[in-house]
């Protein structure tokens, strides 16, 4: 299969599609970005690696970075996570108060804004600096010593993120919050503002595709189990209440980002990131699931 000519083709048709959607705004730098970035990576267990439009680029992943931190919280408490946030679609947008309520502080799932609160938490309880084991865990699985954090995304998403601290606010209030508030957030905000490329996510995610392991030196970094747990999470919950017509229209695990970027995944076969800032009314990149949709349909390599 020639992979670098379907992502040629994917380039193609959709670089100058018309799209309806808008640019994540709420985050005063996130609506600097050029609306007309567009670039993709497809990077195969055994077959090599394919790229298209801007996919070395570097831009901030946002609710990307909820894999890794998941990841590395259940390293840290295995199945006692699960007592603190649960594995269930929200059916609500990502940054909604309201189930908190009626579910006594416990999130749905780890992937909306609350349940990545309580993994935040977590680790800032149990690790002597977050941050540090976030950026050390995010450089290794990607290949990428030079991933860092963006300073201005950060600031940016401090002065504004007001739902963010009311969340964990409540959630502390319920007793579902170990740690004072700002330290949450200052990790949770920083989280989001890693910037990474398309090359650097399709690296990155390629241990959910390939049993726990980095290709390149067989090393694990997650047990199968784990693995399994992760992706049945990003095929069910990953595009918050849009996870049904990803799934729908991809057939793949996958994460998005409000800064335009979706990762997936195809287990034992590839990860693949795409990056494109116009979101659409849910707040998934629209070009990037026309993308992935292409991709899956003209390959014929989804789970399904």
């Not at 946030?85 to 309201?98: A, I, Q, R, W």
């Not at 990607?142 to 940016?156: F, H, R």
């Not at 209440?241 to 991809?250: L, M």
Request: charged share 25%; hydrophobic share 40%.
């Amino acid at each position: 299969m020639d992979f670098q000519k379907i992502l040629n083709t994917i380039e193609d048709e959709l670089s100058h599609k018309e799209v309806f959607g808008e640019v994540a705004s709420y985050i005063p730098e996130l609506a600097k970005v050029d609306p007309k970035k567009f670039g993709m990576y497809l990077y195969c267990v055994n077959k090599g690696e394919y790229q298209m439009g801007d996919s070395l680029e570097k831009f901030s992943i946002q609710s990307i970075s909820k894999v890794f931190t998941l990841s590395i919280g259940m390293k840290l408490l295995g199945e006692d996570l699960w007592k603190r946030v649960h594995v269930e679609p929200s059916g609500d947008p990502f940054n909604s108060l309201t189930q908190l309520e009626y579910e006594c502080g416990i999130p749905r799932n780890p992937f909306i804004n609350a349940g990545a609160l309580v993994v935040a938490d977590i680790l800032v309880s149990n690790l002597d600096d977050p941050k540090a084991e976030l950026l050390k865990f995010v450089r290794k699985v990607s290949g990428n010593e030079e991933i860092d954090y963006d300073p201005n995304i950060a600031a940016s998403e401090k002065s504004t993120g007001y739902r963010n601290y009311a969340m964990v606010y409540y959630m502390k209030a319920l007793g579902n919050i170990k740690n004072e508030v700002e330290p949450i957030l200052d990790f949770y905000f920083h989280q989001c503002s890693l910037a990474m490329s398309c090359k650097d996510l399709a690296h990155a995610f390629m241990i959910y595709a390939n049993q726990g392991k980095i290709p390149d030196t067989g090393e694990t970094i997650l047990s199968t189990k784990k693995i399994k747990r992760i992706n049945s999470l990003m095929q069910t919950c990953g595009f918050y209440d849009e996870a049904g017509e990803f799934s729908f229209e991809v057939g793949l695990p996958g994460k998005s980002g409000v800064g335009g970027g979706i990762v997936a995944i195809h287990p034992e076969q590839y990860s693949v990131a795409v990056w494109s800032p116009i979101l659409n009314k849910k707040g998934n990149s629209e070009l990037g699931m026309a993308a992935l949709e292409k991709l899956t349909t003209m390959t014929g390599l989804s789970i399904f």
